[in-house]
């Protein structure tokens, strides 16, 4: 199952999130993943205390790139770069991947300059 979604502040897309749930880690209690409809994945994450989350990896996204263009398509200008990171999660031990890429409107973390 793939879930796209956009994350925003008021009107403006912040965060462009594609997550990637194997058919296998749809059966039994985790079956409810594919009709979460409007409810963040988060609050599922966070509220099982035997989730384990693997290591985050950090990307540079370019034009042309098929995540790239999927994300932009959210947008009015299309940025020259975009950054991105994704994790595994494992809920009941069962595998699904989050891709989070952050679109040009996010602010920059206090005394940290430019946004994004």
Do not use: Y
């Amino acid at each position: 199952m793939l879930r796209e979604v956009g994350l925003c502040c008021g009107n403006l897309p912040w965060v462009f999130a594609r997550t990637v749930i194997p058919a296998r880690s749809l059966r039994g209690p985790l079956r409810s993943l594919s009709t979460l409809g409007e409810r963040p994945l988060g609050a599922v994450l966070f509220a099982d205390p035997g989730m384990r989350r693997g290591p985050t990896e950090v990307a540079r996204l370019l034009p042309g790139q098929a995540l790239f263009e999927t994300a932009v398509s959210l947008l009015h200008d299309r940025p020259e770069v975009l950054w991105g990171r994704r994790c595994l999660f494992f809920l009941s031990g069962k595998p699904l991947l989050v891709n989070e890429i952050f679109l040009p409107g996010v602010p920059p973390a206090p005394g940290r300059g430019e946004v994004l």
